[in-house]
């Protein structure tokens, strides 16, 4: 059982274009987290929101919380080649001691 | 500024061969994690460890077993590998269960 869905699976764009990456469970998470991984390297994280609501941005990059704290987002805007790589979502929850659960990830490509 | 580091970072087996993955940190972190990435299914943990002297399953831990043979070095064991453990595996850290985990490289297994 997926405990996290993240969509899409794939995404194939052109450099400037933007695009959103979703991230939704049915399960309320404290915490979620956004990991960027590149081939042949173990991910990398990127943020952390822990607030029904929170937003976060760091560069081009827009995180967000869903206001029940089920669900996230993550928007590249003006994507650049550089963004290409494998992006995950993971959620923790405050009964299971440090487990996060992941979701499947996105695999982004961004073309110049 | 090692971080996460394991070894191997490629192995092939055949089916019933059994070998130990090594993983060592060196920022003093507390709790240790073994997860598993396929395609399409994200990563999902094996094992962790909490603290020195403890560990616990996560949601895939049969054919597997773990030592936390000190605060740095937290190794997983195929007694008996099969073709279903072909994966990717990695070997995360954090300062404990709050905080952010940091990832090694990963160990790419093949079991023919």
């Known amino acids: 059982t997926q405990l996290l869905e993240q969509s899409p699976q794939f995404l194939s764009i052109q450099e400037g274009e933007n695009l959103t990456v979703y991230c939704n469970s049915s399960?309320?998470?404290?915490?979620l987290q956004w990991y960027r991984q590149e081939p042949g390297e173990g991910p990398v994280l990127l943020v952390t929101?822990?607030?029904?609501?929170e937003v976060k941005k760091l560069k081009r990059l827009t995180f967000q919380f869903g206001d029940a704290r089920k669900d996230s987002s993550l928007h590249i805007t003006a994507a650049q080649p550089g963004d290409t790589g494998l992006y995950l979502c993971?959620?923790?929850?405050?009964?299971?001691?440090?487990?996060?659960?992941f979701g499947q990830g996105t695999i982004l490509t961004v073309h110049p | 500024n090692a971080g996460v580091t394991q070894t191997p970072k490629f192995q092939v087996l055949k089916t019933g061969q059994s070998m130990t993955l090594q993983c060592a940190q060196d920022?003093?972190?507390?709790?240790m994690y073994w997860y598993r990435q396929d395609p399409g299914m994200g990563l999902r943990l094996i094992y962790y460890?909490?603290?020195?002297?403890?560990?616990d399953k996560g949601e895939v831990p049969n054919g597997y077993n773990v030592s936390r043979l000190n605060k740095r070095e937290f190794s997983l064991r195929l007694e008996s590998a099969a073709p279903s453990q072909t994966s990717v595996y990695f070997c995360?850290?954090?300062?404990?269960?709050?905080?952010?985990?940091?990832f090694g490289a990963g160990t790419r297994l093949s079991v023919l």
């Open positions: 995360a850290s954090s300062e404990s269960a709050k905080n952010i985990q940091y």
């Open positions: 399960s309320v998470f404290s915490s």
């Open positions: 929101v822990v607030t029904g609501g």
């Open positions: 993971a959620g923790a929850r405050s009964s299971s001691y440090g487990k996060l659960t």
């Open positions: 920022m003093n972190h507390n709790s």
């Open positions: 460890s909490a603290s020195e002297g403890t560990t």
